[in-house]
Structure formats: C-alpha cells, structure tokens
C-alpha cells in the first residue's frame, strides 16, 4: 500500500499516519519527493485504505500491484539518485566504474586504478573475495587484497566497489569498500540480503544467470525493506542457448526495468560477452539504450590476469571506448566525465 500525502502536509499529521500504519501491523519506508512525502506500508498486517484516507493530511491511499512494493515507481515515482563521496549515480551523468576482476598485487592494482581514473572512471572496481565456478581457481587475497584496493583508490581519489559472498564479509569489506556488490551466484542469498538491508552502504545487485525481471527486482526489495534504500541494478547478462558469447545482455532489460523501477540501473558488459574484444560495442549500445552507468573489467596486463584475463580490456581499449561514450552520452541528454581528470585538478 502506498499513502500519498497532502502538498502541505504538516510533519505531525505524516506522524500520526505512520504511528496508524504501525498499529495496524505494517512496516513504513518514507519517501519525501519534490512536493508531496509518499508512505510505503509493507508487511503481515492488512490495513484498511478507507480508514487510512479519512486521517488528516492524506492526499490518496493506492494498492501496490508488483509483488516488489519499494522497489516500484508507484512507491517512488522520482528515479533515485545514490550519492557516493562527490559521485551521483542515477543522475544526468553516466558513472564508469573499472578496473580489474581481483586485486593480485599492489603494482597490478595501482597500475590499473591510474590509467581507468585518467580515461575518466568514476569508481574502482576491484575483487578481494572471488566466487570461482573451480574450487580450484584463484579465491582472491582476502582482507589484504581490500588493502590495496582502499590505498589505490585514496591515491587516486576514486570510490570502491567490491564485492561481498557471505554476511560474515560484511563487516571487513564495510572497512574498506563504499559499494557492497553482490554478484550473479548470490542473486538470491536471501540471507545475505537481508544483512545488506541493514547496512548504510550502497549495494550494486548483479542480476542472476537465469533470473526474471520480476525476481531481480524483488531480490532489490529484500535490500530496500531492511531500511537500505541505495541499490542499484546491474544487468550482465543472462544464461541463453546461445554459446558464441559468456551470456546473453539483455539489453531491452534497461528500458523495461527503468519503466518498473525507480533504482538506477548499469550494464557490465565484460560478463556478458567474456571477450575483451567485444566490450566496447555492447557497453556503446548500453549507454545508447539508457543505462546509468557501466561496470567495466579494465587489467594493465590483462594476458596473464589471475581471473577474468580474457574478457579485461587493456587500459588503452578503455581510454578509447570512453572518448566514444562522450559521443554517444550527449545524444541521448547525458554527460559522461567531459573534461579528462588531469584538467579537474585531480593529478596527471
């Protein structure tokens, strides 16, 4: 259910609608938009809509059809914007973040975090705990690969994003990471997003292998009802008959869910076709189709990378398909870091 407040509602009467939701046995999520606060009631209880509408204040009570509730544009109408250190994600700028599969060492790292900052990537991002299909395969460096991650990102003034495989990660990544990523495999770790819902950190929610549109976005709703109301989606394909590429981006998946949701919404491009070859066309058409931003694999030496060498761009693919997303951006009304990154005073 959704309340939709007065324009000039008073904060007591929104309080005395909420402390009335509560009684009846709802969970409240508030969002306070350019003119009016919507009140989104979730959970067991079944509040009647006619009493909720007699209660001062109150513009209109509609029913939520999507089994998704906050993740809805009916709850939220306004896209969302997330706001990590001085990046906007979900705003009129399309945010890179790049950089390799895993942190591997300290030169690899700090190599890679300066050519994706001057290319004009936003957000590092990086692996310290890698969930590998062989038990047999690189697992990542753990705490310390998360060290070298933060040091690199301090050094070059980017934000981080790393991803989480179990709730007992939670704690040390929240040390060094300003994104929680959680990847395809944990897609719906239940119990995992429900820790994450707890947490005043953005989540990025990668899309599963075989997953709907309906269950992505109730995946982001587990998030979203624990109080954490910074998610974003990401689109990386998805498990086909097709075999020619690593999965199958589904690109119409931007538009459709951008018309569902009000949760920003980025591709990468690099899991979905599994060659470094065909990264930038697909990234170009996901800019082209909308998309908030991209989640790109750049290696400085992608050939003997320890994990994901084939689909890594080399920094300079990476600083080539930038200068074509600067093309592309304006045609659609977005903006993709115009001025290089020495210019804004950051460094060389």
């Not at 089994?67 to 109408?77: C, G, M, N, V």
């Not at 942190?103 to 994706?116: C, D, G, I, L």
């Not at 890698?130 to 934000?159: T, V, W």
């Not at 058409?285 to 909308?290: C, P, R, S």
Request: glycine share 8%; net charge negative.
């Amino acid at each position: 259910m959704v309340v939709v407040m007065e324009e000039r509602a008073s904060e007591a009467q929104i309080e005395q609608v909420v402390s009335r939701l509560v009684e009846m046995g709802m969970d409240v999520h508030r969002s306070t938009g350019v003119t009016r606060t919507v009140l989104g009631a979730v959970g067991q209880g079944h509040p009647d809509p006619a009493l909720i509408e007699l209660l001062d204040g109150v513009h209109e009570v509609l029913r939520i059809s999507e089994p998704y509730k906050l993740a809805s544009r009916t709850f939220k109408p306004d896209n969302t914007v997330i706001t990590v250190g001085d990046v906007r994600i979900g705003g009129d700028e399309v945010i890179v973040m790049a950089g390799p599969c895993s942190a591997e060492s300290e030169k690899q790292v700090r190599t890679t975090a300066a050519a994706v900052r001057r290319a004009g990537a936003k957000i590092f991002r990086g692996g310290a705990f890698k969930p590998r299909s062989s038990p047999y395969s690189f697992q990542g460096l753990g705490e310390e690969g998360l060290r070298l991650l933060r040091d690199a990102c301090n050094a070059e003034n980017l934000q981080l994003v790393s991803e989480v495989m179990d709730a007992s990660q939670i704690d040390v990544i929240n040390k060094y990471s300003d994104i929680f990523q959680v990847g395809a495999r944990n897609m719906q770790n239940f119990t995992l997003l429900r820790e994450l819902g707890h947490v005043r950190k953005p989540v990025l929610l990668k899309r599963g292998i075989s997953a709907t549109i309906e269950e992505w976005l109730l995946s982001a709703e587990y998030v979203l009802s624990g109080g954490n109301t910074d998610v974003i989606l990401c689109e990386r394909g998805i498990r086909t008959f097709e075999t020619a590429t690593r999965n199958t981006l589904d690109i119409a998946a931007i538009p459709i869910v951008q018309k569902l949701s009000h949760l920003p919404v980025i591709v990468d491009p690099s899991h979905a076709m599994g060659r470094r070859d065909k990264v930038a066309p697909v990234a170009r058409a996901a800019v082209a189709a909308g998309a908030d931003g991209l989640l790109i694999e750049v290696h400085c030496d992608p050939d003997h990378a320890l994990s994901d060498g084939a689909q890594s761009m080399f920094p300079s693919q990476f600083d080539r398909l930038m200068a074509e997303l600067r093309i592309i951006a304006p045609a659609i009304g977005r903006s993709i870091c115009l001025e290089p990154v020495a210019r804004r005073g950051w460094g060389a």
